[in-house]
Nanobody, 125 residues
Framework: QLQLVESGGGLVQVGGSLRLSCAASGFRLEDYAIGWFRQAPGKEREGVSCISRGGSTTKYADSVKGRFTISRDNAKNLVYLQMNSLKPEDTAVYYC??????????????????WGQGTQVTVSS
C-alpha cells in the first residue's frame, strides 16, 4: 500500500533553515520520480521541486530556486528537501508525492490521487 510520510516541519524565523523528509513505503522508491508540493492557507497546492528516479536531475519552482535543495537516498527510502533562507511566503503545509516524468525528466505533477498528511512549515517575521 502506497504511503508517504512527511516530517521535519516546524516554526522558524525569517532566514532560517529546515530539512524536510519524505519516508516512502509500499513501493520501490527507486522506480519513481518524487516531488515536493506545498499549500498555503486559501491557496491552491503548488509544486516546489522534483527529483528524477536516480537523483541526477532536479527541478525547482522559481520562487525557491537557489534556496531549496531536493535530494534522495533510495537505499533508505527517503527524499529530502533542504530549505534555506526561509521567507514568510514559504509558510505552508508541505507534501511529497510520486510525480510524472517526461523523457525521464520529472514533472511537478502528482501521478496519484494520494496525499499524505503533510508537514507544517511556519516562517515568522
Amino acid at each position: 500500500q502506497l504511503q508517504l510520510v512527511e516530517s521535519g516541519g516546524g516554526l522558524v524565523q525569517v532566514g532560517g533553515s529546515l530539512r524536510l523528509s519524505c519516508a516512502a513505503s509500499g513501493f520501490r522508491l527507486e522506480d519513481y520520480a518524487i516531488g515536493w508540493f506545498r499549500q498555503a492557507p486559501g491557496k491552491e497546492r503548488e509544486g516546489v521541486s522534483c527529483i528524477s528516479r536516480g537523483g541526477s536531475t532536479t527541478k525547482y519552482a522559481d520562487s525557491v530556486k537557489g534556496r531549496f535543495t531536493i535530494s534522495r537516498d533510495n537505499a533508505k527510502n527517503l527524499v529530502y528537501l533542504q530549505m534555506n533562507s526561509l521567507k514568510p511566503e514559504d509558510t505552508a503545509v508541505y507534501y511529497c508525492a510520486r510525480v510524472r516524468t517526461i523523457l525521464a525528466m520529472c514533472v511537478m505533477s502528482s501521478r496519484d490521487d494520494y496525499w499524505g498528511q503533510g508537514t507544517q512549515v511556519t516562517v515568522s517575521s
